[in-house]
C-alpha cells in the first residue's frame, strides 16, 4: 500500500500558489485510514461540504470494497475504499503513529495540504517522540513548520499555510482539546500556578480495532482510570499551556473509561496565582469565545450530551469561594471537534474557506 501514490501530479502545480479553490471548482480530496471511526466522521462531514469532492478513500487490504461494508451509515455515498489514492488536492490522515511521519514528507512536498489526525505532527520538539510515543521521528525537520491545529489558538497560523510551499496541519488529540480550550483564558492571563486534569471520555476514543477490555461486557457499568503518570497527550498539552502563558512544570492528568460511545468531558482543578473574582473569570471567557464560531461559554455545568455529533464546545468555569480553586470544564464530540470536525475546521483556513463550511450541524438529541 502506498498512501502518496497518485498525489504528486496534481500536487506539483499547487507550489508557490494560493490554495483557495478556483471558482466553480471544488477541492479534491482523499482520507486514508477510512475504515475507522474518524475515518467515517471525515466521510460523512466532507460529503456535505459545499466546496469539497471526496475522489479517493484508502483503508488497509482494500480494493474497491463499498464504504457500506464497513460503515453501512456511509452507503448513500456510492464511495469505496482502495489501496491507493488519485490525485488530490489535500489528504486526511487518520493513521496509527508513527506511520504519517513516514509518508508525509513526500505527500506535502508535492504541495498537497497535510491534514494528519495522528499525533506525528503535533509535537514542536523531535525528542519527545520517543518519550510519549516510542519511535524517534524521521523528519524532525519538518516539525517546525507543521502548525498544531486547534483553530481558536492557531488561527493565524494555519490561514498562512494557504499561500506556503507545503501545509502540514497536526490535528490535536481529542483530551488536549476539550482541556485546553477550557484553561487557554487563564493560561493567557496568568492564572495558572498548577492544575490537575480529570477527564472522562467515551469508548469510540480507544478506535474500532477489537481490544478485550473494550467489549461490551467490560466497558458496561464500570468506569475506569488508565494512562496513570503519563498518559500521551500530557505533552501536547502542557506544550500548548506554556505556549499560552501557563506554568513551565509538570500537570496531572488522569483519563477515565466510560460507558458510552462518544464524548469527552475535561474537568480542570487549577490552584491559582493570585486571587481573582467570578467577575474577572467570566471576563475573561467572554473576551476569549464571544467570537468564535464553535465555543460557548455556559453558565451551568455542560454534559457531552449537548455538544453530541456537532463541532460545538461548551465551557464553563467556577471560582470555588471555599478552596480558592478555579474549575474550569470543557466538553467536546470527540469525533467531531476532538478528530475530524476540527480537522476539517482546519481545512477550512488552510484553503481560505469559511471556518464554518460544512461544520454547521446542531448537536443531536436525545
Same mark, same amino acid.
Given at each position: 500500500?502506498?498512501?502518496?501514490?497518485?498525489?504528486?501530479?496534481?500536487?506539483?502545480?499547487?507550489?508557490?500558489?494560493?490554495?483557495?479553490?478556483?471558482?466553480?471548482?471544488?477541492?479534491?480530496?482523499?482520507?486514508?485510514?477510512?475504515?475507522?471511526?474518524?475515518?467515517?466522521?471525515?466521510?460523512?462531514?466532507?460529503?456535505?461540504?459545499?466546496?469539497?469532492?471526496?475522489?479517493?478513500?484508502?483503508?488497509?487490504?482494500?480494493?474497491?470494497?463499498?464504504?457500506?461494508?464497513?460503515?453501512?451509515?456511509?452507503?448513500?455515498?456510492?464511495?469505496?475504499?482502495?489501496?491507493?489514492?488519485?490525485?488530490?488536492?489535500?489528504?486526511?490522515?487518520?493513521?496509527?503513529?508513527?506511520?504519517?511521519?513516514?509518508?508525509?514528507?513526500?505527500?506535502a512536498a508535492g504541495g498537497t495540504a497535510v491534514i494528519d489526525l495522528g499525533p506525528d505532527f503535533r &509535537? =514542536?520538539? $523531535?525528542?519527545?517522540?520517543?518519550?510519549?510515543?516510542?519511535?524517534?521521528?524521521?523528519? #524532525?525537520? @519538518? *516539525? %517546525?513548520? +507543521?502548525?498544531?491545529?486547534?483553530?481558536?489558538?492557531?488561527?493565524?497560523?494555519?490561514?498562512? &499555510? =494557504?499561500? $506556503?510551499p507545503h501545509a502540514i496541519v497536526g490535528n490535536p488529540g481529542c483530551y488536549p482539546? #476539550?482541556? @485546553? *480550550? %477550557?484553561? +487557554?483564558?487563564?493560561?493567557?492571563?496568568?492564572?495558572?500556578?498548577?492544575?490537575?486534569?480529570?477527564?472522562?471520555?467515551?469508548?469510540?476514543?480507544?478506535?474500532?480495532?477489537?481490544?478485550?477490555?473494550?467489549?461490551?461486557?467490560?466497558?458496561?457499568?464500570?468506569?475506569?482510570?488508565?494512562?496513570?503518570?503519563?498518559?500521551?497527550?500530557?505533552?501536547?498539552?502542557?506544550?500548548?499551556?506554556?505556549?499560552?502563558?501557563?506554568?513551565?512544570?509538570?500537570?496531572?492528568?488522569?483519563?477515565?473509561?466510560?460507558?458510552?460511545?462518544?464524548?469527552?468531558?475535561?474537568?480542570?482543578?487549577?490552584?491559582?496565582?493570585?486571587?481573582?473574582?467570578?467577575?474577572?473569570?467570566?471576563?475573561?471567557?467572554?473576551?476569549?469565545?464571544?467570537?468564535?464560531?464553535?465555543?460557548?461559554?455556559?453558565?451551568?455545568?455542560?454534559?457531552?450530551?449537548?455538544?453530541?455529533?456537532?463541532?460545538?464546545?461548551?465551557?464553563?468555569?467556577?471560582?470555588?469561594?471555599?478552596?480558592?480553586?478555579?474549575?474550569?470544564?470543557?466538553?467536546?464530540?470527540?469525533?467531531?471537534?476532538?478528530?475530524?470536525?476540527?480537522?476539517?475546521?482546519?481545512?477550512?483556513?488552510?484553503?481560505?474557506?469559511?471556518?464554518?463550511?460544512?461544520?454547521?450541524?446542531?448537536?443531536?438529541?436525545?
Open positions: 500500500m502506498n498512501a502518496s501514490a497518485g498525489l504528486e501530479a496534481t500536487a506539483s502545480a499547487a507550489v508557490g500558489t494560493d490554495r483557495r479553490p478556483e471558482a466553480g471548482r471544488r477541492i479534491r480530496v482523499g482520507i486514508v485510514g477510512a475504515t475507522g471511526y474518524v475515518g467515517a466522521e471525515l466521510i460523512r462531514l466532507l460529503s456535505r461540504h459545499p466546496a469539497v469532492e471526496i475522489v479517493g478513500l484508502q483503508g488497509r487490504d482494500r480494493h474497491g470494497e463499498p464504504i457500506a461494508a464497513t460503515h453501512a451509515h456511509l452507503s448513500g455515498t456510492g464511495l469505496a475504499v482502495d489501496s491507493e489514492l488519485p490525485d488530490v488536492d489535500a489528504v486526511f490522515l487518520a493513521l496509527p503513529h508513527g506511520t504519517a511521519a513516514t509518508i508525509v514528507p513526500e505527500i &509535537l =514542536r520538539a $523531535a525528542s519527545d517522540y520517543p518519550r510519549w510515543y516510542g519511535f524517534d521521528h524521521p523528519r #524532525a525537520d @519538518l *516539525l %517546525a513548520s +507543521a502548525v498544531y491545529g486547534l483553530p481558536e489558538l492557531h488561527r493565524a497560523e494555519l490561514r498562512a &499555510l =494557504r499561500h $506556503a482539546t #476539550a482541556t @485546553l *480550550l %477550557a484553561i +487557554a483564558p487563564l493560561a493567557r492571563a496568568g492564572l495558572i500556578d498548577d492544575v490537575v486534569i480529570d477527564a472522562k471520555s467515551g469508548v469510540s476514543g480507544a478506535g474500532r480495532d477489537a481490544k478485550a477490555d473494550l467489549m461490551f461486557g467490560e466497558v458496561n457499568e464500570s468506569v475506569k482510570a488508565y494512562g496513570i503518570g503519563g498518559h500521551r497527550h500530557v505533552a501536547e498539552i502542557e506544550q500548548e499551556l506554556i505556549g499560552l502563558g501557563g506554568p513551565a512544570k509538570p500537570l496531572d492528568f488522569l483519563p477515565h473509561l466510560i460507558p458510552m460511545t462518544r464524548g469527552i468531558l475535561s474537568a480542570a482543578h487549577i490552584r491559582p496565582t493570585r486571587s481573582t473574582s467570578k467577575a474577572e473569570l467570566d471576563d475573561l471567557f467572554a473576551g476569549a469565545y464571544d467570537d468564535e464560531p464553535f465555543v460557548t461559554v455556559v453558565t451551568a455545568a455542560p454534559a457531552t450530551k449537548h455538544v453530541l455529533g456537532s463541532n460545538d464546545v461548551r465551557v464553563f468555569v467556577h471560582l470555588d469561594e471555599r478552596t480558592g480553586r478555579i474549575i474550569a470544564i470543557g466538553v467536546i464530540d470527540n469525533l467531531v471537534k476532538g478528530a475530524a470536525g476540527q480537522a476539517i475546521q482546519a481545512f477550512n483556513l488552510v484553503h481560505g474557506l469559511p471556518e464554518t463550511s460544512g461544520l454547521e450541524q446542531l448537536p443531536l438529541a436525545p
